[in-house]
């Protein structure tokens, strides 16, 4: 399989974080020729919203995806109803950036509950209510499937078939799928899901590595060749589907890559990701 475009790269702008502030993230990924971004949206709360979209098409970055909506389960109605609303508040942020997709991280159990399927329900009614927000305003909304390590603290939607199936039951219009390597590479049914998916559902496409052994769940991911995950072989998976779109390394590395010169960790992304994926 032949190696990737290098602009096929976009950076997350979490794997520079702790080191960088948005503008800070977007002047680098000009510098490095690393032509997509995908922003989260305390940075952009920072840096303000029209500051940050002037900023990007100045630079001419694409937004390969804004992080992030989601997290729809909650106690009662009002609780509900405020998550929504701040989820209106993200679909409009998106657009304003022109980003290609709304990445969701759907939310896990309610705090003190251990009603799996009624936090699951409760998605399915959120992600309903905020399709008929998103659809009209031409926002594409990307669920996220995050490994079943976080369904009770980040998201209940654990696999590609669970994102598939909500894409089944709620329609295809403006709704697809994040496919993350880190959370979906264990998957004995990652080829018949993406498959399944087709190039219309798969909305984003995140790399990084597992490392094993691991220090920490959350705060540990690999730079792509550091780890178990044949990030290249899952990328063919994915554009035999259809897939054309960015290849956005996102990397959570307290012990490691947040403590480096975030210019060497640009430059090492643009290496690795020619090498492996």
């Known amino acids: 399989m032949p190696t990737p475009h ?46 940050a ?41 998106a657009l304003e950036l022109n980003a290609r997709c709304l990445v969701l991280v759907v939310g896990g159990l309610v705090p003190g509950s251990r009603d799996l399927n009624g936090a699951r329900q409760q998605v399915h009614d ?29 998201a209940c939607v654990n696999s590609l078939k669970q994102a598939n199936d909500l894409c089944d039951a709620l329609g295809d219009q403006g709704l697809g799928i994040a496919v993350d390597v880190y ?20 909305l984003a496409f995140h790399i990084c590595d597992w490392l ?19 990030i290249r072989g899952l990328r063919q998976l994915v554009e035999q589907q259809g897939y054309q779109g960015f290849h956005e390394v996102e990397i959570f ?3 490691n890559w947040w403590q480096r010169d975030p210019d060497e960790v640009l430059r090492v992304c643009k290496a690795r990701h020619q090498e492996y994926c």
């Not at 909506?69 to 998550?83: E, L, N, S, W």
């Not at 959370?183 to 087709?198: I, K, L, M, P, S």
């Not at 094993?212 to 044949?230: C, F, H, N």
């Open 126 to 154: 959120g992600l309903s209510a905020l399709l008929e927000y998103a659809r009209p305003r031409g926002m594409p909304l990307a669920i996220e499937p995050l490994h079943p390590m976080y369904a009770a603290d980040r």
């Open 183 to 202: 959370h979906t590479w264990w998957d004995a049914d990652f080829a018949q899901e993406v498959q399944r998916a087709g190039a219309h559902r798969l």
């Open 53 to 93: 979209a002037q900023l990007i098409r100045q630079h001419d970055l694409s937004v390969t995806g804004y992080c992030r909506g989601g997290m729809f389960p909650a106690a009662d109605a009002r609780a509900r109803q405020q998550k929504l609303e701040d989820n209106y508040r993200a679909v409009d942020e």
């Open 212 to 230: 094993s052994p691991t220090q920490d769940l959350l705060e540990d991911r690999g730079m792509m060749g550091d780890g178990v995950i044949d």
């Open 253 to 255: 590395s307290r012990h």
């Open 6 to 51: 290098p602009h096929m790269l976009s950076l997350n702008t979490a794997t520079v974080r702790q080191q960088w502030n948005l503008r800070q993230t977007i002047e680098g990924c000009a510098r490095h020729d690393i032509r997509g971004i995908s922003p989260w949206r305390d940075q952009v709360a920072e840096l303000g919203l029209q500051q």
